[in-house]
């Protein structure tokens, strides 16, 4: 409960005070280190993996997936839609 409070009084501040830039995706992801792990443990970047390991939706893996994408630790998509691991 407390964290949800804690979520919602960012995403205000972040609202009414612009300029404090809170990355509301990092705020969100609470399993991004979680996620990050998994993918380095298992040396392959597919959301399926994440679906599976944390219980999450696709929707949230591609969410994760475009946060480690912005970090440097997994590259674009290539033409086929796969990705590789860039920094272990």
């Not at 679906?51 to 994408?69: P, S, Y």
């Amino acid at each position: 409960m407390n964290r949800v409070v804690v979520v919602f009084f960012l995403f205000s501040l972040s609202t009414y005070f612009p300029q404090l830039s809170i990355d509301k995706r990092v705020v969100a992801e609470d399993k991004y280190h979680e996620a990050k792990k998994i993918i380095l443990r298992e040396g392959a970047a597919f959301p399926a993996i994440l679906c599976d390991a944390l219980l999450i939706g696709k929707n949230r893996a591609e969410r994760i997936f475009d946060q480690l994408k912005r970090d440097g630790i997994v590259s674009p998509k290539d033409e086929n839609g796969n990705r590789k691991i860039i920094k272990s």
